[in-house]
């Protein structure tokens, strides 16, 4: 005889506007089933889609692409030899569009972002200027230090360094030269009356007429004092 009408079961898709239709055999009619024929169509239209022919083997057909936010009712029939059965019906509704959600959502999605940007590049160039800032006062070097030397005319720490080296080779220079000086007794800088310099008796100079000298005699052993003027 004919087959039942089969037991369908519906899952809608995460998409919102598919469906699964699951095709449940009931039974055969003592004839093996031979394939399903489906239709469907929108409720508020009056054309059926294209007839959907389900292999026997199948337990399942997937309807795509329908109307977003619309009732469809679906009629299956089971054939085999004998004839068809009586159509199983299944009704409903697909989800609303959801295309004005991320609409809505992507642009503050792309203002989060460019936020997240700005705060990143603002908080990058006060870490550079701090650690300039730092480099400035202690160690006299950086951007500042730059801008200080080519604007402001400051002198940088090697000039600094420079002046400092040149004036320790300076001082150094002076020292090695030391001032000769000539050191001269008394009796050195003082003349005599004659205008000659003083020089010590020795045994060739002669006796000046104040000087007494004791000369001994070497045949007499006497002393000889000599006659004054």
């Avoid at 294209?50 to 679906?74: C, F, Q, T």
């Avoid at 992507?106 to 300039?132: H, K, N, Q």
């Avoid at 080779?169 to 009356?193: L, M, Q, W, Y």
Wanted: with cysteine; glycine share 10%; proline share 8%.
């Amino acid at each position: 005889g004919e087959p039942s009408a089969p037991k369908l079961e519906g899952h809608i898709g995460e998409d919102g506007n598919s469906i699964k239709v699951n095709v449940i055999k009931q039974d055969d009619g003592g004839s093996p089933i031979r394939h399903y024929l489906i239709k469907y169509k929108a409720k508020h239209s009056s054309e059926w889609k294209p007839e959907i022919r389900l292999p026997s083997g199948s337990d399942h057909v997937m309807l795509k692409s329908l109307d977003w936010n619309a009732d469809y009712e679906v009629y299956v029939v089971a054939e085999n030899q004998q004839g068809k059965s009586k159509p199983a019906h299944y009704a409903f509704r697909t989800s609303a569009q959801p295309t004005a959600i991320p609409a809505s959502t992507s642009p503050a999605s792309g203002l989060g972002t460019a936020a997240i940007i700005g705060i990143l590049v603002v908080v990058f160039v006060a870490l550079l200027v701090a650690v300039d800032v730092t480099c400035y006062f202690l160690n006299k070097c950086g951007l500042l230090m730059c801008i200080a030397v080519n604007l402001c005319g400051k002198s940088g720490p090697g000039a600094k360094g420079k002046d400092m080296e040149e004036g320790k080779a300076a001082f150094s220079k002076d020292e090695s030269k030391e001032p000769i000086v000539e050191v001269r007794t008394e009796e050195e800088r003082t003349p005599n009356h004659d205008g000659g310099k003083h020089t010590e008796p020795n045994e060739t100079t002669p006796l000046t007429e104040p000087e007494y000298v004791a000369l001994g005699s070497p045949s007499t052993g006497s002393l000889h004092c000599p006659q004054l003027p």
